[in-house]
């Protein structure tokens, strides 16, 4: 729904990503307010954000692949893992930082394409389990490939620099982690309403209908499974770079599976989704974590709980937003926005 | 030499346990066209309840394996009530993400009551091998397979013959069809659901006798999946094939890694690489419906 008063002349006008001046307002301030955080906010708070925007570039690019393309992939947190691994192997041998970046996503691009290869056979079920088994494989080969990934012991990542500008503390972190992700959100932003984008949906909605109006399935399912592994990439190597160092379980198939459940958590097929699903998946573990140190204060058995209760709540809050918001937070907030157009009344 | 008999004898032995779970997992496919992540997790559920029955309360085996049966059917139909029947008609990553959530807090669930570490069931069977063919088999593998065999033989006749079973080859055929030939849908989903669940604790109950439990047992399920897709997702047959097949391949390629290779741990993963390629080669496995398209 467009805000009132807000009339189209030109196509363009209407295909501009963010049409109105409210929203362009809205989003210089969210920009300024994400720009001042880190001089207001005090450092548990910048790394939590820190770890929201990672999660919002893993989920954003899933959500390009699976919600938008709709190939379903469990196989995500492995191709985040080629990215970490392949920025660490990259950084031990000394390239700049930039450089083992772009490396990182371009390996875990091309794990992403070679696993995506059987997209073009399968669908559905069969293409989540051909998934399932490279996040299993890649898992295999992480723990034991030890001259490169240093096996169970993981490997140490050193603070990356920019023209002999060190990231070292958490701010300094953060203002790159929020350049990278916005860079990142805008370019999916971007992708879904070009050529590409278009095609992705069409195979999404019904692919053989998308194959006789002349889409390319092979190019595009390849093309779709490249660019969101990229992404994946990247954020496995911002990762790798904020914390510094990397172990094999960090990109287990739960890794994949919090990815998924934050799209479906958020909104499927929509960035704004994304963002929230990352937020809600990464916050709650965090806002758990309080819950049962207070209750510790109450009673001290309740802390050896705390790593199962989160699993539980975690897949509790999965199976209740699918049976009764299956289309996720994005709508929600939609029909908060149109309850604010429409006040005070109802339709 | 003997040692690969060996591994050949244990893979069979695992490999049965696997059918039956991947049994468990073609049922619900069949019925109701959903794949159940959390199948793995239904195992672990099984056993330790018949641990908690036998060592906990003290009952006696038979007693709390029946027990235990009951407690799988009222889980597999509060399943399939809360959690499945509102997602009939949602796309399949919903209803797949469900079955993980599913798992998440199964799982969840038994580390808190039970805690992490490996539980042991006390000895049913005797200790003492015997021997088969100048070969040292442990009386509770042979109990293992032969409760399996049993458990399929059961299956396929009650398909067969049973009007029960008969009404659920016809759901699984054609939905609509059978609905309107006055077969209740949903008491027929519920019913694939206890299956599953029961074999599926049975599975655990066998297992909890060979090595003991803990809490990671729900991994057993992501190894059922190269089973079920080697033998054909939605085949009875496959699946008692494809669990033989890959608990042998399993132990094999363990043995031969670490001898040829120096490779440890590939046990892990071969059935995974053999699932890509069958994936690639022959999608619909070797027992398979396969589904066919038009515009």
């Known amino acids: 729904m467009q805000k009132c008063g807000l009339f189209f002349t030109t196509y363009n006008s209407e295909d501009q990503l963010f049409p109105s001046t409210f929203q362009k307002t809205c989003l210089g301030l969210f920009m300024a307010a994400m720009l001042a955080a880190p001089c207001v906010l005090d450092f548990y708070y910048i790394s939590v954000m820190n770890l929201i925007m990672i999660a919002v570039i893993g989920a954003v690019s899933l959500n390009l692949l699976t919600g938008v393309c709709g190939q379903m992939s469990l196989g995500h947190g492995a191709f985040v893992g080629v990215g970490a691994y392949g920025c660490a192997v990259l950084a031990s041998k000394g390239l700049p930082f930039l450089l083992c970046l772009l490396g990182g996503g371009a390996m875990a691009a091309i794990a992403g394409m070679i696993f995506g290869i059987p997209s073009l056979r399968l669908k559905g079920i069969y293409l989540a389990i051909s998934t399932l088994a490279a996040q299993l494989i890649l898992e295999y080969v992480f723990l034991h490939w030890t001259s490169f990934t240093g096996g169970a012991n993981g490997m140490p990542v050193d603070s990356p620099e920019i023209f002999g500008f060190m990231f070292d503390s958490d701010e300094k972190m953060f203002y790159l982690i929020f350049a990278i992700t916005t860079v990142c959100v805008l370019g999916v932003s971007n992708i879904v309403r070009s050529r590409s984008g278009r095609a992705f949906v069409a195979i999404r909605d019904f692919y053989q209908s998308a194959e006789n109006v002349g889409v390319n399935l092979f190019q595009y399912k390849l093309q779709a499974f490249a660019t969101s592994s990229f992404m994946a990439g990247l954020a496995g190597g911002l990762w790798a770079y904020y914390t510094m160092y990397i172990t094999p379980e960090q990109f287990s198939i739960g890794l994949s599976i919090s990815y998924l459940a934050m799209i479906i958590i958020g909104g499927m097929g929509s960035v704004l989704g994304s963002i929230f699903g990352a937020i809600f998946i990464t916050l709650l573990p965090e806002v758990l974590n309080t819950a049962t140190s207070l209750l510790a204060t109450v009673a001290p058995e309740a802390s050896a709980m705390a790593a199962p209760l989160k699993e539980g709540v975690f897949g509790l809050t999965l199976v209740l937003f699918l049976i009764f918001e299956p289309e996720g937070l994005v709508r929600k907030w939609k029909l908060i926005k149109a309850y604010w157009k429409l006040y005070p009344f109802a339709y | ?295």
């Open chain 2, 1 to 295: 030499m003997e040692y690969y008999l060996q591994l050949i004898i244990n893979g069979l032995v695992v490999g049965s346990i696997y059918s039956l779970v991947a049994l468990g997992f073609v049922i619900i496919f069949k019925a109701t066209k959903v794949v159940n992540f959390a199948q793995g997790e239904m195992v672990m559920a099984g056993a330790y309840i018949c641990f908690a029955l036998t060592v906990q309360y003290q009952l006696p085996f038979l007693l709390s394996f029946l027990i235990t049966l009951v407690f799988s059917l009222v889980l597999g139909i509060l399943v399939e009530r809360m959690v499945l029947r509102p997602l009939i008609g949602e796309p399949i990553i919903s209803v797949v993400m469900v079955t993980i959530g599913l798992s998440s807090i199964l799982k969840s669930l038994v580390q808190v009551f039970w805690g992490t570490q490996i539980r042991v069931f006390p000895p049913i069977l005797p200790q003492e091998p015997i021997m088969v063919f100048g070969l040292p088999i442990a009386p509770v593998y042979i109990a293992a397979s032969v409760l399996c065999l049993l458990l399929f033989a059961v299956f396929s006749l009650f398909f067969k013959y049973s009007s029960l079973g008969i009404a659920m080859r016809a759901t699984a055929f054609d939905q609509q069809a059978a609905q309107s030939m006055g077969i209740g849908i949903k008491n027929i989903f519920a019913l694939s659901w206890c299956i599953a669940a029961v074999v599926s604790s049975i599975g655990g109950i066998i297992l909890g006798n060979i090595n003991g439990i803990n809490s990671q047992l729900g991994h057993l399920g992501l190894k059922v999946f190269p089973a079920v897709i080697l033998g054909g997702l939605d085949s009875l047959l496959g699946a008692a094939l494809g669990g033989l097949i890959i608990g042998v391949l399993e132990n094999l390629s363990e043995g031969l890694a670490r001898d040829l290779l120096n490779l440890g741990g590939f046990k892990e993963v071969a059935s995974f690489v053999v699932l890509v390629i069958i994936l690639m080669v022959k999608p619909y496995g070797l027992f398979g419906t396969k589904e066919i398209e038009r515009v």
